[in-house]
């Protein structure tokens, strides 16, 4: 691909994506192939928010054709389009935000493929089914529930948006937590380290040497000093850790007239001592997923995350001595070029060596399983070891056991219902209109002259719900009446924000990147609200 100034036509396409997710979540994104059932406003905002970014295929399946309706309210549909094929059309007018994405359509409703080729939907990374009906959804949650192919389902009902993601098991190795701490182990520096640490001497240095030392040097210098003055652990409270700053403080060189000199390392130093002393140790949903069954009990068929996940687990037993792998990063800092790559060099030389003996730990468990130790590719390995305090896991309930009777999350709905205009009303007046949808073959208040009959009807849908479920709890009646003013209605607002948001659980899914939710999202465009729910 052309280069220019340095960077490719893709680097310079994609450059602020790439920051957030790196090549190598790019390239999961361009091999992707996702399905997204029916061309509806929510369906194509959803596309056009992972046709930019550049997912490598998609496929539409829709067998409906457009008419004025769609047209009103899809972007992505045109007047000349209405009679025709809505996935057809869609598809082309999609295509053109990005050529480097391939786009596909099938001209078929989904419950006829479910009919006719129910392992159709088997062959996508993930699926996204926009405004199905609750009869076709359960059938299509149940097939790909047994295939292990994730399902993220978006539905707008007036102003209301929702979405639910069903996931049998989602490993995330880069979940990129908020407000993460350096990896400095300070508090317990390992041999290298002190090593280097101990090649200072802060009392007989040039001024311009003292006042280029990495501040990481200051800080654990001056720990040691705390250590022998006071004999007492690593400052922990506020009174303790004022007491270290002052005794950086001190060290800060003075003129002829006794004057602190203008220090910025030391500064930088007094200003890290909150983050820098923090107590190595091992995250309490890291210990939770080394006592996984998963990552206990492997076989042939365990995925490398959970083969990495035990190797990481018995490093800390051993080489670790009760500590994850070294991450090898340091934050940036005021020092001189030698001393900062030097004292950089240390942590990622140790990282290294942590991963190696990680790797060494993986080879030995896949040969006990029956499986080849170069299947473990050393950028898997690195990745692992470098993110091993942030590992998540994250697993849905099935859609069968949120509707089963005895399955369901009773607690979390009832929990939740403490507040009478909690988001937890919409999921139950969205069941309650599916239900509508079940005895009447349509949704409540589609045409203006249904609107006072229909609240009666969905009144008695809800209340149905409610006492078949066991759920002792009120819904205001202007939800009903609100309900039914909807009409069913997909507005291009919320389907725009839900298809914002919707991409964004995609790409994580497909480049194993950042959180997903679990398992419900509810958005109020009434409040402007929005809630998650483990339903």
Same mark, same amino acid.
């Given at each position: 691909?052309?280069?220019?100034?340095?960077?490719?036509?893709?680097?310079?396409?994609?450059?602020?994506? &790439?920051?957030?997710?790196?090549?190598?979540?790019?390239?999961?994104?361009?091999?992707?192939?996702?399905?997204?059932?029916?061309?509806?406003?929510?369906?194509?905002?959803?596309?056009?928010?992972?046709?930019?970014?550049?997912?490598?295929?998609?496929?539409?399946?829709?067998?409906?054709?457009?008419?004025?309706?769609?047209?009103?309210? !899809?972007?992505?549909?045109?007047?000349? !389009?209405?009679?025709? !094929?809505?996935?057809? #059309?869609?598809?082309?007018? &999609?295509?053109?935000?990005?050529?480097?994405?391939?786009?596909?359509?099938?001209?078929?409703?989904?419950?006829?493929?479910? $009919?006719?080729?129910?392992?159709?939907?088997?062959?996508?990374?993930?699926?996204?089914?926009?405004?199905?009906?609750?009869?076709?959804?359960?059938?299509?949650?149940?097939?790909?529930? !047994?295939?292990?192919?994730?399902?993220?389902? *978006?539905?707008?009902?007036?102003?209301?948006?929702?979405?639910?993601?069903?996931?049998?098991?989602?490993?995330?190795?880069?979940?990129? =937590?908020?407000?993460? &701490?350096?990896?400095?182990?300070?508090?317990?520096?390992? =041999?290298?380290?002190?090593?280097?640490?101990?090649? /200072?001497?802060?009392?007989?240095?040039?001024?311009?040497?003292?006042?280029?030392?990495?501040?990481?040097?200051?800080?654990?210098?001056?720990?040691?000093?705390?250590?022998?003055?006071?004999?007492?652990?690593?400052?922990?409270? /506020?009174?303790?850790?004022?007491?270290?700053?002052?005794?950086?403080?001190?060290?800060?060189?003075?003129?002829?007239?006794?004057?602190?000199?203008?220090?910025?390392?030391?500064?930088?130093?007094?200003?890290?001592?909150?983050?820098?002393?923090?107590?190595?140790?091992?995250?309490?949903?890291?210990?939770?997923?080394?006592?996984?069954?998963? *990552?206990?009990?492997?076989?042939?068929?365990?995925?490398?995350?959970?083969?990495?996940?035990?190797?990481?687990?018995?490093?800390?037993?051993?080489?670790?001595?009760?500590?994850?792998?070294?991450?090898?990063?340091?934050? $940036?800092?005021?020092?001189?070029?030698? @001393?900062?790559?030097?004292?950089?060099?240390?942590?990622?030389?140790?990282?290294?060596?942590?991963?190696?003996?990680?790797?060494?730990?993986?080879?030995?468990?896949?040969?006990?399983?029956?499986?080849?130790?170069? #299947?473990?590719?050393?950028?898997?390995? @690195?990745?692992?070891?470098?993110?091993?305090?942030?590992?998540?896991?994250?697993?849905?309930?099935?859609?069968?056991?949120?509707?089963?009777?005895?399955?369901?999350?009773?607690?979390?709905?009832?929990?939740?219902?403490?507040?009478?205009?909690?988001?937890?009303?919409?999921?139950?007046?969205?069941?309650?209109?599916?239900?509508?949808?079940?005895?009447?073959?349509? /949704?409540?208040?589609?045409?203006?002259?249904?609107?006072?009959?229909?609240?009666? @009807?969905?009144?008695?849908?809800?209340?149905?719900?409610?006492?078949?479920?066991?759920?002792?709890?009120?819904?205001?009646?202007?939800?009903?009446?609100?309900?039914?003013?909807?009409?069913?209605?997909?507005?291009?607002?919320?389907?725009?924000?839900?298809?914002?948001?919707?991409?964004?659980?995609?790409?994580? %899914?497909?480049?194993?990147?950042? %959180?997903?939710?679990?398992?419900?999202?509810? /958005?109020?465009?009434?409040?402007?609200?929005?809630?998650?729910?483990?339903?």
């Amino acid at each position: 691909m052309a280069q220019q100034g340095g960077l490719s036509l893709k680097e310079q396409k994609y450059d602020r994506q &790439l920051r957030l997710w790196g090549d190598h979540g790019q390239e999961a994104l361009e091999a992707a192939h996702v399905c997204v059932i029916n061309a509806t406003a929510t369906g194509t905002e959803i596309l056009k928010n992972l046709v930019l970014p550049g997912i490598g295929s998609f496929t539409i399946v829709d067998g409906n054709q457009v008419t004025g309706e769609d047209v009103g309210n !899809n972007f992505f549909l045109q007047r000349s !389009n209405i009679g025709q !094929n809505r996935a057809q #059309s869609a598809t082309e007018l &999609l295509q053109e935000l990005n050529n480097d994405v391939s786009g596909n359509f099938v001209e078929e409703s989904p419950d006829k493929l479910l $009919d006719n080729d129910p392992s159709f939907f088997c062959r996508f990374n993930l699926v996204v089914a926009t405004q199905l009906p609750e009869s076709i959804l359960v059938r299509l949650a149940e097939i790909l529930w !047994n295939s292990n192919i994730p399902l993220l389902v *978006c539905r707008t009902y007036g102003l209301v948006g929702y979405m639910r993601i069903i996931i049998k098991e989602h490993p995330v190795v880069e979940s990129h =937590p908020d407000n993460a &701490l350096e990896d400095l182990r300070l508090d317990n520096p390992f =041999p290298e380290l002190r090593e280097h640490i101990q090649s /200072y001497d802060l009392d007989h240095m040039e001024k311009k040497d003292h006042s280029h030392t990495p501040w990481i040097v200051i800080v654990a210098k001056y720990l040691a000093k705390w250590y022998s003055e006071k004999s007492e652990p690593i400052p922990r409270n /506020y009174k303790e850790k004022e007491a270290f700053r002052e005794l950086i403080r001190q060290g800060i060189l003075k003129n002829e007239n006794g004057i602190p000199e203008d220090e910025e390392n030391f500064e930088e130093a007094i200003k890290n001592v909150n983050t820098a002393l923090n107590v190595t140790k091992i995250p309490s949903c890291i210990e939770d997923l080394f006592n996984d069954d998963r *990552c206990i009990n492997l076989t042939q068929q365990t995925p490398s995350f959970w083969i990495l996940a035990r190797a990481v687990k018995e490093f800390v037993a051993k080489e670790g001595q009760g500590n994850l792998p070294v991450r090898g990063t340091i934050p $940036d800092m005021i020092a001189d070029s030698g @001393k900062f790559i030097k004292l950089q060099n240390v942590y990622r030389e140790k990282a290294k060596k942590d991963a190696a003996a990680v790797g060494n730990h993986a080879a030995k468990l896949l040969q006990s399983v029956g499986k080849a130790p170069e #299947s473990i590719s050393q950028k898997e390995l @690195k990745l692992l070891c470098s993110n091993s305090a942030f590992l998540r896991v994250v697993r849905c309930r099935s859609l069968s056991e949120e509707y089963g009777l005895n399955t369901f999350n009773k607690d979390e709905i009832i929990s939740s219902m403490d507040n009478p205009d909690s988001e937890i009303v919409l999921y139950l007046m969205l069941r309650a209109v599916d239900r509508f949808y079940k005895q009447h073959g349509r /949704y409540p208040g589609v045409y203006n002259y249904q609107v006072e009959d229909d609240i009666g @009807k969905l009144k008695s849908c809800l209340s149905g719900f409610l006492q078949e479920y066991g759920l002792s709890v009120t819904v205001k009646d202007d939800y009903v009446h609100e309900f039914c003013r909807y009409g069913a209605a997909e507005p291009n607002t919320i389907a725009a924000f839900l298809g914002g948001a919707a991409a964004q659980e995609v790409v994580k %899914v497909i480049t194993g990147q950042f %959180v997903i939710f679990n398992n419900t999202y509810i /958005y109020s465009g009434m409040s402007q609200t929005s809630a998650t729910f483990q339903l």
